[in-house]
């Protein structure tokens, strides 16, 4: 069996999705490749063609293995949720860059469950992708990046609803197109910072009395004592709202309105989640003045990774060449840059 899932970029609604609030991803023409063939031997083999790493596990003992701290880990931890799984050679390949927040690891662990055999599909198979993440690969993430690599659309981003788990198809104006600019800086805070930040809103959401922050309110939000907690409901609260404000500009064709959405909702991340850091600040405030960009903000779980852009499409090109330029020139850097398409989700390809 083989089968491919994409990596995502999200539009907008950062860190809202395990507070069971709004995302609009979109999946992306970047994914992973994985071939699942049978193995005599009774073991789990998963080769890496990117890393050429081979690594095995006894297929009757692989509820009990241990996480590595490395990639096999979202392999393994789909592989054990899949009840009765046979003896496979497993040969995964991707193009989604690593640590640029555009879910290789969601790519990763979509495509080798759909190849090992897993029953499950739409939000289920979402669900059990993110399982092996937060109960093996140890990150509490929500529901955003494996949702988007299960249910993309092509030509459309996906507004989801984290808490009823439906979503809708929305098609950003004509002649907007979007890249996503890598930073190639990842900061070490990552995981941990994240983990805090989930703690932070179940924290927020206990003194509230709610069940998530899906239901905070601003003056729920100024109500809370610890000035940090406060600036952290605050960002959950306006993001969800600029959710819904960029589908109902979407919506109205709006363009301009996308753009001011987008750097508030970045302003948001830097100044009440605190997940930006310099570079990305970097190039969000130049991007502003590169001619055709339309907006620009941090994508995915923060402290480095990618920029998100809409652009004016006759101008993609020489807007992420400009901005690349001045990027290199303040930090040295040779960015990559992704001119994304919106795409289909995960797919067995036979
Ligand atoms: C990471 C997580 C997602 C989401 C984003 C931030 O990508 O895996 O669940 O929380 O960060 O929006």
């Keep these: 069996m083989k089968s491919f899932a994409p990596g995502r970029v999200n539009l907008i609604g950062e860190h809202t999705d395990y507070n069971l609030g709004f995302v609009l991803p979109i999946a992306i023409d970047l994914g992973c490749e994985a071939i699942a063939e049978p193995s005599a031997v009774g073991r789990l083999t998963v080769h890496s063609r990117n890393r050429d790493e081979t690594r095995s596990w006894d297929t009757a003992t692989l509820a009990a293995a241990k996480p590595s701290g490395d990639w096999t880990d979202y392999v393994v931890g789909v592989a054990r949720?899949?009840?009765?799984?046979?003896?496979?050679?497993?040969?995964?390949?991707s193009n989604v860059p690593t640590g640029a927040g555009l879910s290789s690891s969601a790519a990763l662990e979509v495509s080798s469950a759909l190849a090992l055999g897993a029953g499950?599909?739409?939000?289920?198979?979402?669900r059990l992708c993110r399982r092996a993440e937060n109960e093996f690969a140890g990150v509490p993430c929500g529901i955003m990046d494996q949702y988007a690599s299960v249910a993309g659309v092509a030509g459309a981003a996906i507004l989801i609803d984290c808490?009823?788990?439906?979503?809708?198809?929305?098609?950003?104006?004509?002649?907007?197109?979007?890249?996503?600019?890598n930073s190639m800086v990842k900061h070490d805070?990552?995981?941990?910072?994240?983990?805090?930040?989930v703690r932070e809103c179940a924290e927020a959401s206990r003194f509230l009395g709610i069940s998530s922050l899906r239901d905070a309110t601003l003056a729920g939000a100024e109500s809370?004592?610890?000035?940090t907690v406060r600036r952290r409901v605050r960002h959950i609260v306006t993001e969800n709202q600029r959710v819904l404000d960029f589908v109902h500009a979407c919506d109205r064709n709006d363009t301009p309105m996308l753009g001011d959405?987008?750097?508030?909702?970045?302003?948001?991340?830097r100044d009440d989640?605190?997940?930006?850091?310099?570079?990305?600040?970097?190039?969000?405030?130049?991007?502003?003045?590169v001619p055709g960009i339309i907006g620009a903000r941090m994508t995915g779980g923060g402290f480095g990774?990618?920029?998100?852009?809409?652009?004016?499409?006759?101008?993609?090109?020489?807007?992420?060449?400009?901005?690349?330029d001045l990027y290199h020139q303040k930090y040295g850097f040779h960015a990559e840059v992704y001119h994304v398409h919106p795409s289909a989700g995960a797919r067995i390809l036979g």
Aim: aromatic share 8%; proline share 8%.
């Design 163 to 181: 808490r009823s788990l439906e979503s809708r198809p929305v098609q950003l104006p004509p002649g907007v197109a979007i890249f996503a600019f």
């Design 120 to 126: 499950e599909r739409g939000v289920e198979l979402a």
């Design 81 to 93: 949720l899949i009840p009765g799984l046979h003896p496979i050679h497993l040969t995964v390949s």
């Design 273 to 289: 989640y605190e997940i930006s850091c310099p570079e990305i600040d970097f190039l969000v405030d130049t991007a502003r003045q």
């Design 224 to 227: 809370i004592p610890d000035p």
């Design 261 to 269: 959405l987008f750097f508030a909702s970045h302003h948001s991340m």
């Design 305 to 324: 990774g990618c920029t998100v852009n809409l652009v004016e499409q006759s101008q993609a090109q020489q807007a992420a060449g400009t901005l690349r």
């Design 189 to 197: 805070l990552g995981v941990s910072a994240y983990s805090e930040r």
